[in-house]
């Protein structure tokens, strides 16, 4: 059972309203469309994790960081990879130091148990002595144990759950349909505040649905001009509207060009950060040329940018 | 939270579901809950954030979001009654209308009240079921069913009644009336189409696919190849999901003694490092030869292009063609779109005579370390040499190194060894031969390789 919380509660929390968050995120620098709005307000009334899928760059990540910071929240984040399990997800036990305590209370094991008269007796002694070894002290909390015991809640990022194996989605399922995990030796641990959970995918391989199921899901597309003008705008304080306008024109129309891999958001950015630091007020042949590695990432897509690089400009000026 | 929907929402809602479900949105009923919360939390009057949020709740990727914002788009655009005619000539009659008629819909036409009309419309197909609508051969019957709910039998009554009396008022009154009556067919018509595209555009689909699916590979139109693609690649998905496993899975709390003690020899017999169990589960290795004559290329191409969907699940696939000579085809599969690339060797070596014996030999004495005892071997041919020597010897060998080998045979079983075709003495080598001449059968087949190399 999730915990619920109304909505008075939570009337004064920046989660009050989809326009509310809006503005609070754009504090925080992160210019949101509504559906993402949207879907953040929902996480928070529905209790349910977001599921943010889009192409690498259109700021799934950012889009977490900058909730946490608008929540004041810590962040928690893991990042998932083939191979990655419960022992490094959820929790390990400390095997050092159980070897270690073990070593050293051999002596007093010894003292505790003389005077047993029988090895039935000493074994009742033992049993007496509890779970010693298998006990909070010796557990080593990994992120997602993290997250649930944290005070207050927390924001939990799980970055690209599609690199893990399937096995480790369905571990996952538990924790995120009721914010608890059961660990055999001590039992079952609870969210005291559930946290806002965030997955990001890339689409590496497809989700099950019994993850998908019990997520909302996002899809960020690459923004519109408008829109990405804001997000320079916000992340690159120093960038002039004209070099703005210029630069985001022309990186929407790469993005109708056959590429290999298209710029994103990110790309963009880095992009007028770095134009800012040449003291670009617009663009320029020259200057594109140089710069193009900034926003293409292949060799083959810049090859096949270059010779269009000074229709595409005037192209950009236009708009 | 202010307490649950009122009825009507939630069947509008329920309405809503179906639609999507119609659009291969899969909404479970734990979504549908979650669409009503998210509904009682965002309300219905601010239309966009009611599409942002039922969206997030329901659309599961990129495909899901664009269907679900047609689908939307569609499903509320019903609610206007659009077409009707401007109500000014309705209100310029004289007054006392009202009661002219004790008929609902009789009064409903005459006063042109579109939103009554648009409503007793809406309770019609709701009574007719027609989001219960999926052949196109329904329609007609459909539309009549909910104009006969609506009360169209008294209405027509009341017209020929109108008629017959002979009053110039009446006459005048059930001239309209007809008239409005032909209006009121068209929306109905158009309610049914909108309806339709709602309901029913999956069903249709849904069938072909069934049909393809069980068509055979060999008489498959090129038109029907796109569709037919789509089919390979979902179920090629379907079996991907179902076998994909871990490699290595670490069998938590199987302490291994033996390396666990040898690490300890460190540590002066202190077990500072524990050493966990695993187990290694195997990736199907698979190697495809393919017969790229005239009969077969067509299952062939179909074979291929599933084994590469596949590539999540196969470790290892290496693929071959042959008529007469023997080519190894992966590399040109990996780099070329597949229908090209099946384009390409038919162009390089399809269509000649077949000759298995010239094929295995070329086979054996160029790609033979490519079998080993993990290896599969799928041969897909009708197995006809042209009565030249079929190296049966090859097919010993080749059975023997490998794990296992499987026939896949076009033909019906009754044709094998007729004629030219050895299949009788090659199947004698193969662990499994088949028919396999339907999509179905391939699913099968493949399935059934990659069980045996899943842990139970």
């Known amino acids: 059972m999730t915990v619920q919380l109304t909505t008075s509660q939570i009337s004064g929390s920046p989660l009050a309203s989809v326009d509310s968050i809006i503005e609070g995120l754009a504090d925080v620098g992160y210019i949101a469309s509504r559906r993402i709005a949207t879907a953040l307000f929902m996480a928070q009334h529905l209790q349910k994790p977001i599921l943010v899928e889009g192409m690498a760059g259109v700021g799934k990540t950012e889009l977490a960081l900058c909730a946490a910071a608008l929540l004041d929240l810590p962040l928690i984040r893991m990042q998932c990879y083939e191979g990655l399990d419960e022992s490094k997800a959820l929790y390990e036990w400390k095997y050092g130091k159980q070897l270690l305590y073990t070593q050293i209370l051999k002596d007093r094991m010894g003292e505790s148990l003389e005077g047993a008269s029988t090895m039935e007796s000493a074994m009742d002694r033992l049993h007496g002595m509890g779970d010693l070894f298998f006990s909070e002290p010796f557990l080593e909390p990994r992120p997602l144990l993290k997250a649930l015991r944290t005070d207050g809640g927390a924001v939990l990022l799980i970055d690209e759950i599609d690199k893990s194996d399937e096995a480790f989605e369905a571990f996952l399922l538990e924790i995120l349909s009721a914010f608890q995990v059961t660990v055999p030796e001590i039992g079952t641990i609870k969210a005291k505040v559930p946290p806002l959970v965030f997955l990001t995918s890339n ?36 960038v002039e509207a004209r070099l703005n306008r210029e630069l985001v024109a022309f990186v929407q129309s790469l993005r109708g060009l056959e590429l290999r891999k298209v710029p994103s958001i990110s790309e963009t950015v880095d992009w007028a950060r770095a134009l800012v630091l040449l003291h670009a007020d617009a663009l320029s042949p020259d200057l594109v040329r140089e710069t193009l590695n900034v926003i293409l990432k292949f060799e083959q897509d810049i090859v096949a940018v270059e010779p269009k690089i000074n229709e595409l400009i005037s192209k950009a000026a236009e708009a | 939270m202010d307490g649950a929907l009122d009825v009507p929402m939630q069947r509008t809602v329920e309405e809503f579901l179906k639609a999507l479900r119609a659009s291969e949105i899969k909404v479970s009923p734990a979504e549908a809950i979650d669409a009503h919360k998210a509904l009682i939390e965002v309300g219905y009057a601010d239309r966009e954030l009611l599409k942002d949020a039922l969206c997030i709740a329901l659309a599961k990727s990129e495909a899901e979001v664009d269907r679900f914002d047609e689908c939307f788009d569609a499903f509320f655009t019903r609610d206007e009654f659009r077409d009707a005619p401007p109500p000014s000539e309705a209100q310029s009659q004289p007054g006392g209308q009202g009661g002219e008629t004790d008929l609902p819909l009789a009064e409903m036409l005459l006063q042109n009240d579109a939103v009554a009309l648009a409503r007793a419309m809406e309770v019609a197909a709701n009574r007719a079921r027609a989001s219960d609508v999926r052949l196109n051969t329904q329609r007609f019957l459909l539309s009549r069913r909910m104009l006969d709910e609506m009360g169209l039998r008294e209405l027509e009554e009341l017209i020929a009644r109108m008629r017959e ?17 032909e209006a009121l067919f068209e929306q109905a018509n158009q309610f049914v189409d909108r309806q339709m595209k709602l309901y029913a555009s999956e069903t249709g689909r849904r069938m072909r696919e069934k049909l393809l699916a069980e068509q055979k590979l060999t008489a498959i139109e090129p038109e029907e190849f796109k569709s037919m693609e789509a089919l390979v690649k979902r179920m090629a998905k379907r079996l991907a999901t179902k076998y994909s496993r871990k490699r290595h899975r670490a069998d938590r709390g199987k302490l291994d003694v033996r390396k666990t003690i040898r690490k300890s020899m460190g540590h002066g017999g202190v077990p500072f490092e524990i050493v966990w169990k695993t187990t290694t589960i195997e990736k199907p290795k698979i190697v495809v030869i393919c017969d790229v004559s005239r009969s077969v290329a067509a299952a062939a191409q179909f074979l291929l292009l599933f084994l590469y969907s596949l590539n999540e699940v196969v470790e290892k696939l290496e693929a071959f063609a042959f008529s007469d000579r023997m080519v190894h085809v992966g590399d040109l599969l990996d780099a070329e779109e597949l229908n090209s690339a099946i384009a390409l060797i038919l162009k390089r070596i399809g269509f000649r005579p077949t000759d298995y014996g010239r094929a295995l030999n070329d086979f054996w004495e160029n790609h033979r370390e490519d079998v080993d005892r993990h290896t599969t071997v799928i041969i897909l041919g009708d197995g006809r040499s042209n009565y030249v020597n079929p190296r049966l010897d090859l097919m010993k060998e080749i059975a023997h190194r ?22 009788d003495d090659y199947r004698r080598f193969c662990h499994v031969a088949k028919v396999c001449n339907t999509l179905n059968q391939l699913e099968r087949i493949i399935e059934d390789v990659l069980r045996t190399y899943s842990p139970r």
């Open chain 1, 203 to 238: 689409n590496v391989r497809d989700l099950g649905d019994a993850l998908k199921r019990r997520c909302l899901h996002l899809h960020i597309p690459l923004p519109d001009a408008r829109l990405e003008e804001r997000i320079v705008a916000t992340r690159v304080p120093g």
């Open chain 2, 165 to 181: 009396s002979g009053l110039p008022r009446d006459a005048g009154l059930a001239e309209r009336l007809a008239e409005r009556r």
């Open chain 2, 402 to 423: 490998s794990r296992a080998v499987i026939w896949l045979n076009p033909e019906p079983e009754t044709y094998w060894g007729q004629g030219d075709s050895r299949m």
